[in-house]
C-alpha cells in the first residue's frame, strides 16, 4: 500500500464521521466508497521480476502504442483509474538523468500526451545499455511522483514514483532491443517483459 491512499482514506473516513454525526449515516456513505477506492487505486502489489537480458514494463495498463522512433523503438502504455500506478525501471542500473517538464493535461491515450503533456523524463544507463521512459500526466493526474535522483543506482524493476489517477508512461527503445509486446495487450509493471536485447 502507498502512504498516500491510506491518508486519504483517513480523511476521508474522518469526514464521514462528521457527516454521519450531524446528518445521517446514509449521507456519509459517499465519503466511506471514495476512502474504499482511495485504499484499492494506491495498492502495491509485489512482483516477480523476470531474469536475463530483457527489459520489463514500467507500468500496470494497456499498450497503446509501438512505434519506430528516434533510430530505436517507442512503447507507450496507458494507465486508467484501476490500474495500479506505482512505477519502476525497466532496466537494472545508473540513474544518469532526471528531467521534468510542464506541458498539457490532454487524455493520457491520446498519442499527442507523449510529447504535450506534464511529464517527468527518467535515463537509465547499466549492463543492458541505455533507456529512457516518462511519468506522463493526464487529463486527471495531476502530480507526478518520483522518489529517485540522479546518481541512484537501480536493480530491475525497482519502484521509481508514481502518477496519481490515470496517466500514461512511455519507453525509448534502442535499435538493439526487440520489442515483445503489441498494441492492444495488457501489462504488469515489473512482471511483463516488453523488449528482449538482440545484442
Avoid at 486527471?140 to 535522483?149: D, F, P, Q, T
Wanted: charged share 20%.
Amino acid at each position: 500500500m502507498v502512504i498516500y491512499g491510506i491518508y486519504y482514506a483517513a480523511a476521508l473516513l474522518a469526514g464521514a464521521g462528521v457527516v454521519a454525526y450531524f446528518t445521517n449515516w446514509y449521507f456519509a456513505l459517499p465519503f466511506f466508497i471514495l476512502a474504499l477506492f482511495c485504499l484499492y487505486f494506491f495498492r502495491d502489489p509485489d512482483r516477480e521480476i523476470p531474469p536475463g537480458p530483457v527489459a520489463v514494463s514500467p507500468a500496470d495498463g494497456k499498450v497503446v502504442v509501438v512505434k519506430p522512433e528516434n533510430g530505436g523503438q517507442r512503447i507507450s502504455i496507458f494507465l486508467n483509474v484501476f490500474d495500479v500506478h506505482v512505477n519502476r525501471t525497466p532496466i537494472p542500473g545508473r540513474v544518469t538523468d532526471i528531467h521534468y517538464r510542464e506541458g498539457q493535461f490532454l487524455v493520457a491515450s491520446k498519442e499527442d500526451a507523449s510529447h504535450s503533456n506534464e511529464q517527468n523524463v527518467i535515463t537509465v544507463e547499466g549492463p543492458l545499455g541505455r533507456i529512457e521512459f516518462k511519468q506522463i500526466a493526464g487529463l486527471i493526474a495531476r502530480r507526478i511522483i518520483c522518489y529517485k535522483k540522479t546518481g541512484d543506482v537501480l536493480v530491475a524493476g525497482e519502484r521509481v514514483g508514481l502518477i496519481k489517477f490515470g496517466s500514461r508512461v512511455d519507453v525509448q527503445l534502442g535499435p538493439e532491443w526487440e520489442v515483445t509486446v503489441q498494441v492492444g495487450q495488457r501489462v504488469s509493471a515489473g512482471s511483463s517483459v516488453i523488449a528482449r536485447k538482440k545484442w
